[in-house]
């Protein structure tokens, strides 16, 4: 069993930053699949970025590619999203998500076994 923790949504203006952390638990990550999606209201869950844990290769939606960063932390086994220049369309709840047994950057969120409970992250115009 994986247990995920997000931390550090609120309500930024459009152009401020926040950081959002990932803490992982219940097992060893020497390897595994994981990633950021979000989801707004109305809309369907997207995929944001997401992460190889061994070797730390990133791959990000268009939407948010060059103002996000994702990341990790092994010794903490804690993942992060460093999101700059925030839009109000990037408004959503963001989660992450795990997946043991998969390798290398999936996207797609139907392919990860674990969820964190979310994170509200608010842009104001």
């Known amino acids: 069993q994986v247990q995920l923790v997000e931390s550090g949504g609120g309500l930024v203006q459009a152009g401020g930053s926040l950081r959002l952390s990932c803490a992982a638990s219940g097992r060893t990550f020497s390897s595994t699949a994981m990633g950021w999606f979000r989801q707004a209201p109305g809309k369907e869950r997207e995929f944001v970025a997401a992460i190889t844990w061994s070797r730390g290769i990133t791959y990000y939606a268009d939407s948010v590619k060059g103002r996000f960063t994702i990341s990790r932390d092994n010794a903490k086994n804690t993942m992060y999203l460093q999101m700059n220049s925030l839009k109000p369309e990037d408004t959503a709840v963001y989660s992450c998500?795990?997946?043991?047994?998969?390798?290398?950057?999936?996207?797609?969120?139907?392919?990860?076994?674990?969820w964190g409970q979310g994170t509200q992250v608010t842009v104001s115009s």
């Open positions: 998500a795990a997946s043991p047994r998969l390798r290398g950057l999936v996207t797609d969120s139907n392919y990860y076994d674990y």
